[in-house]
């Protein structure tokens, strides 16, 4: 679920208390540079088309030119520079009492968990700009239709193995 | 053909002698099949006969079926099957060979099939659900052998799967397993013609009317008789012939009267004719490890729904059939039920008594009328209203732009509203035990019968219009598809949903 909404709460620092309040630990702080390469990657194409709309379009009819350029690159900054880290602070986890809890979003906030022994199997996957980070997504599966796959993202490499080790062990390998 | 000379290595695990062919009767309804397929060639005669070579038209028609006997044969030839000792091989494929290894422990379920032409023949299709992802096509198929071996097979597999696999305590069933071990077999639920014919009635559908109406275009020009049972003008020139145009004319009525009625034939015949179709004699039985249901009037499916795998039961109704007291039972399980369903209607069309006995063998209990529901927030009607201001909001434009029938969506907008409002009274859940219930709708009223134990993972949602009002809606991860949507529980205070959560998740630590 991303959240494109500017969701403001009430106190600047609700974001952390959110999974502080839940119990949850946040994901790697690094994990808001995944977000906003990722989010830049996504908005330039879009700021870029908007610009040539503007220079072929928009100033041969005569209209006002330069506004449609100015508010995407505006809009794109303020995307790019403000969301992705509220966006990150807005997951949580937690690992334990053997059960993996993931959290995210605030307009639409999901708490899931999944018990280990409900695992079928597990993938930690790296992205490329993850990878500058260090960092990497773990997806658990379940054999549920509705959630079949968890993911978490922003750990960091090394804990994202000690979780799959962990949940690993409690894997049932047969469960007819 | 080069390819028939290479034979693959031959499997270590099966002797030579094991390998058995396909029913040759299969090679019969290869033939059968080839009417249909040869639609495919006639495009190509087409163009013969437009090019003027009419006199190539018989000997092309004749070498595309001789090409396809001859590669049905050959397909026939190259296919056989081996039933190991704890495994089933299959060898398929004329030039493309495929050899598949499936080990029974993998099979799920089994099952036989029979159409129309195989029943003559005395052979069945069996089909191995292997829960592979890839779904129904990914499923091996011996199509097909002589019945009396499709049930041998079958019983081969469940016997070795009632020796190999050992009772996990964590199933649904587990209970009921241990309370009514492996008797014979015996009938749960059958329905006799006089039930099929009061749940066809029930069954009334306008569905089939798409098809007479578009027959009755096509073939308006056909038939000899020039006439449109939809058109009420043909009733009038019936009435016509009689003498009646007087009478008609000034009774327009009684043609809008005539086409009602032919409506309402229509839609009782069809929904009594899918009925018998699909459900002639319906019986479940109970096995000594599976509920087994055999229905059909042309096409007869056996399908044998193992009892641990059950996931959830599902009850569903209709406002008007539960006035008579009329349910209809399902059954989420890990195998899917063809290609159609995706859980299994075990009980189409009964009484809740007969349900609760069908319930009983897979360890569910209904909770009792007198146990109090909890009711979810009534802002779950929330979506019906927007829709609703939708269709005013669209009907006040379309008039304001001069469109009158504008009016319709303005006029249905309550409708909408009122029926979200009712139908949000009903969303309710209970707490039975291990089990929790869930129950929704107004005019397809439904009950959700959801074991703790079934839950693979649990999902607590809230949104910027939940969380002021302090509420989280519960959503479960349950194996096996249902046709009926995902099951949750929406707008329930948050403490409540939590600890439900807790509960639900603790009864899954013990295990």
């Known amino acids: 679920m991303t959240e494109t909404i500017a969701a403001h709460p009430i106190d600047p620092f609700a974001a952390d208390a959110l999974n502080a309040g839940e119990g949850l630990d946040p994901v790697d702080p690094a994990y808001s540079h995944v977000l906003r390469i990722a989010t830049l990657l996504k908005a330039l194409p879009v700021a870029i088309a908007a610009t040539l709309v503007d220079m072929l379009a928009i100033r041969p009819e005569g209209g006002p030119y330069g506004l449609l350029t100015v508010a995407a690159w505006l809009l794109g900054t303020i995307i790019v520079v403000t969301f992705p880290s509220r966006r990150a602070q807005r997951w949580g986890f937690k690992i334990g009492d053997g059960q993996l809890r993931v959290a995210r979003g605030w307009l639409f906030r999901v708490d899931t968990i999944v018990p280990f022994v409900r695992v079928q199997h597990i993938d930690v996957g790296q992205g490329p700009i993850e990878r500058w980070f260090g960092l990497s997504h773990l997806v658990v599966h379940t054999s549920g239709t509705h959630n079949s796959t968890v993911t978490l993202p922003g750990l960091h490499s090394d804990l994202a193995a000690a979780m799959r080790e962990t949940i690993r062990r409690h894997i049932q390998t047969d469960f007819a | ?511």
């Open chain 2, 1 to 511: 053909m080069n390819e028939a000379a290479a034979a693959l290595p031959a499997d270590d695990a099966v002797a030579e002698t094991d390998w058995q062919r396909l029913h040759p009767a299969t090679l019969l309804l290869a033939i059968v099949k080839l009417g249909p397929r040869s639609v495919n060639f006639l495009p190509a005669l087409a163009a013969i006969g437009i090019a003027g070579k009419w006199i190539y038209v018989i000997p092309a028609l004749g070498l595309f079926l001789l090409l396809s006997l001859v590669f049905a044969w050959l397909a026939w030839l190259r296919f056989r099957f081996a039933v190991g000792a704890d495994e089933i091989v299959i060898e398929s494929g004329v030039l493309a060979r495929q050899h598949r290894t499936i080990p029974f422990d993998r099979i799920q379920d089994v099952s036989i099939e029979q159409g129309l032409v195989a029943r003559a023949l005395g052979i069945a299709t069996v089909g191995f659900e292997t829960g592979a992802g890839g779904g129904k096509k990914d499923d091996a198929r011996l199509d097909a052998i002589g019945l009396g071996a499709a049930q041998a097979l079958r019983a081969t597999i469940r016997a070795h799967r009632g020796t190999a696999v050992p009772v996990v305590a964590t199933g649904a069933g587990g209970g009921a397993e241990a309370a009514a071990p492996a008797t014979e077999d015996r009938l749960l639920f059958a329905m006799s013609p006089k039930r099929l014919l009061v749940a066809g009635l029930f069954n009334f559908s306008l569905a089939a009317l798409a098809v007479v109406g578009a027959a009755m275009q096509l073939f308006d020009n056909v038939l000899p008789f020039d006439f449109n049972i939809f058109n009420p003008l043909d009733w009038i020139d019936i009435a016509e012939q009689y003498g009646l145009d007087q009478w008609v004319v000034a009774h327009r009525w009684v043609a809008g009267v005539g086409a009602a009625i032919s409506l309402l034939f229509i839609g009782f015949a069809s929904g009594i004719a899918m009925t018998f179709l699909a459900n002639w004699d319906f019986r479940l039985t109970r096995e000594p490890r599976a509920l087994r249901r055999t229905r059909g009037l042309t096409t007869r499916t056996d399908v044998a729904l193992p009892v641990r795998r059950v996931q959830a039961a599902i009850i569903v109704t209709g406002w008007l059939r539960r006035r008579f007291g009329w349910h209809e039972l399902r059954l989420q399980s890990l195998a899917s039920d063809g290609e159609k369903e995706k859980d299994h209607q075990v009980v189409p069309f009964g009484r809740l008594d007969e349900i609760d006995a069908v319930l009983a063998e897979i360890g569910i209990a209904r909770p009792g009328a007198d146990r109090p529901w909890a009711h979810s927030h009534r802002i779950v009607a929330l979506g019906g209203f927007v829709g609703a201001g939708i269709a005013a909001l669209g009907g006040v434009i379309a008039l304001a732009v001069g469109q009158p029938t504008g009016w319709i969506p303005l006029a249905i907008a309550p409708l909408i509203a009122a029926g979200a409002w009712i139908s949000a009274h009903f969303h309710g859940w209970a707490e039975v035990g291990e089990m929790v219930a869930i129950r929704s709708g107004w005019i397809k009223p439904k009950t959700t019968l959801l074991p703790f134990a079934s839950v693979q993972s649990v999902d607590l949602a809230t949104d910027f219009i939940l969380r002021p009002l302090g509420l989280a809606t519960l959503r479960f991860g349950v194996p096996g598809g249902s046709a009926l949507g995902s099951h949750e529980i929406p707008a329930i205070p948050l403490d409540i949903a939590k600890a439900l959560r807790a509960r639900i998740l603790g009864e899954r630590g013990v295990a």
